[in-house]
C-alpha cells in the first residue's frame, strides 16, 4: 500500500519539480504509510522515503510501514531532518503549507540553512481524491455500520430517556461492532431541538409524540460514515407528516 502511494506521490512531486516533501499533515501521513501512531512525520524524495516518530511508536511503525525507513527523532526533529536532509543532498524541502504553523515555518527556515522552504499544497490530497479498491471496501464497511446502528436505535429509542442516553447508546453500539470512535460529535436532537442545524445531544428528555434526529458516523479504519435521519416517536398527525 505505502509503496504504491509512495510511487504516485513521486510523479506528483515530479511534475511539481519538488526534490522532497516534508508531510506533517496527520491523515496524510497514515495514507502514505498505514502507520496509525498519534506522532510521526514523512520525509519524501526521489529515491528514498523515511518516517520520523518518536521512542513509543517505533515497532509498531515498522510494522505498519514497509518500505519506509523508520527514524526515531529526538527532542528536536528538526535535527534529525537536517542529517537526512544533508544526507540526501536535498536542497529545496516542499512542506504543507495548510498543516504548518507559521512559527514551525520560522523555526525550521533557521534551523535548515541553506536548504530552501518551497510551500506546496493539496500534493497529497490530490491523491486521496481517487479510491482504489481496498479504500471504497473500508468506506462501504463504515457506512453498513452506520445502518447497523440506525436499525439498532430504532429498536432502543424511546420517551424517557434523555438525548445524552441515546448518543452514549449509539456510539457504545459502533464500538462495540468495530468502530475506532466516531466520525465527528455525535448529534441527537429531540423535539423543538430537532430544527436546529447541529444540534448536539443534551440533558433534554426525549417525550412521546414528537420529532427525534440523529446525525452520526462511525469512524473505521482511517475512514468515515455520515448518516442523519429523523425518527417520529409516537403517531404522528397530519402536521408532522406534512413536516416530512
Known sequence: MGNTRVEGLRKVMEREQLEALWITNALNR???????????????????????????????????APGFEIVQHGPSVADNLKELLFGEGIKELGFEETSMVFSTYRALERDLQPVKLVP???????????????????????????DRTYLHMLEVLKPGVTEWDMALELETFMRKHGAAGTSFDTIVASGERSALP????????????????MDF????????????????????TPKHREIT
Open 30 to 64: 497514515r495514507y502514505l504509510t498505514g502507520f496509525t501512531g498519534s506522532s510521526g512525520y514523512v520525509l519524501v524524495t526521489r529515491q528514498k522515503a523515511f518516517l520520523l516518530t518518536d521512542f513509543r511508536y517505533t515497532t509498531q511503525a515498522a510494522e505498519q
Open 120 to 146: 506546496v499544497g493539496g500534493l497529497v490530497e490530490e491523491l486521496r481524491l481517487y479510491k482504489d479498491d481496498g479504500e471504497l471496501e473500508l468506506m462501504k464497511q463504515a457506512a453498513e455500520l452506520a
Open 198 to 213: 447541529h444540534g448536539v445531544a443534551s440533558s433534554r428528555v426525549i417525550q412521546r409524540n414528537e420529532f427525534v434526529t
Open 217 to 236: 458516523g462511525a469512524y473505521m479504519n482511517g475512514y468515515c460514515s455520515d448518516l442523519t435521519r429523523t425518527v417520529f416517536i409516537g403517531e404522528p
